[in-house]
């Protein structure tokens, strides 16, 4: 029984609290406004006319200084260092014929009758043989670039390239 009273005496007491922190208070908030002056609704409407007045319209000639295009010889000429055009078919032609890191190697297949490899050259995925002539008979080498053998089960292929055997290894 005595246990029950200091249960109830205990909860009584917290919930007495918290009724009491929950009580609003009765401060004074006074705000000032002697100073503040309402304005006329005619003298705000007359200021946004004066600004927005399109009867005063001025004309300003307008002067040409655009420049034009220069020549691209003008430009590759300024240019002491890095004359080589990005954009055009020589650049382009010189850097997909190398046999470098656009060429990967992924995958070997190997059936009765042929001997296939999975490569990635620039960004074009699929099989090559040892047939595969680059330029010719397959894009997923360089132009010249010929498949001299596939060896599957060391995860080999050799590629004669600008008169030069290339080992890749998987």
């Given at each position: 029984m ?7 005496l ?8 918290f009724?009491?922190?929950?009580k609003?208070?009765n401060?004074?908030f ?9 304005p006329?609704?005619n003298?705000v409407?007359?200021?946004?006319l004066?600004i927005?007045?399109t009867?005063?319209t001025?004309?300003?000639?307008i002067?040409n ?5 220069q020549?691209?010889?003008e430009?590759?000429s ?15 032609k ?6 470098n ?5 992924t995958?070997f297949?190997?059936?009765k ?9 620039l960004?074009?995925i ?7 002539v680059g330029?010719?008979?397959?894009n ?15 995860l ?8 030069k ?5 998987l």
């Amino acid at each position: 029984m005595s246990k029950f009273f200091h249960i109830n005496l205990v909860a009584t007491i917290l919930i007495g609290s918290f009724l009491s922190g929950c009580k609003t208070k009765n401060d004074n908030f006074d705000i000032d406004l002697s100073n503040f002056k309402v304005p006329n609704k005619n003298e705000v409407a007359a200021t946004n006319l004066d600004i927005y007045d399109t009867s005063k319209t001025t004309n300003k000639i307008i002067k040409n200084n655009l420049v034009n295009y220069q020549n691209k010889s003008e430009i590759l000429s300024s240019i002491e260092l890095g004359k080589i055009d990005p954009f055009s078919e020589e650049g382009k032609k010189d850097k997909l014929n190398n046999l470098n890191t656009n060429f990967k190697l992924t995958g070997f297949l190997s059936t009765k009758e042929n001997k296939y490899v999975f490569v990635n050259y620039l960004g074009q995925i699929g099989a090559i043989t040892e047939e595969s002539v680059g330029g010719e008979n397959t894009n997923l080498l360089p132009n010249g670039a010929k498949v001299l053998n596939i060896d599957p089960k060391k995860l080999k292929l050799i590629i004669n390239f600008e008169d030069k055997n290339y080992i890749l290894e998987l």
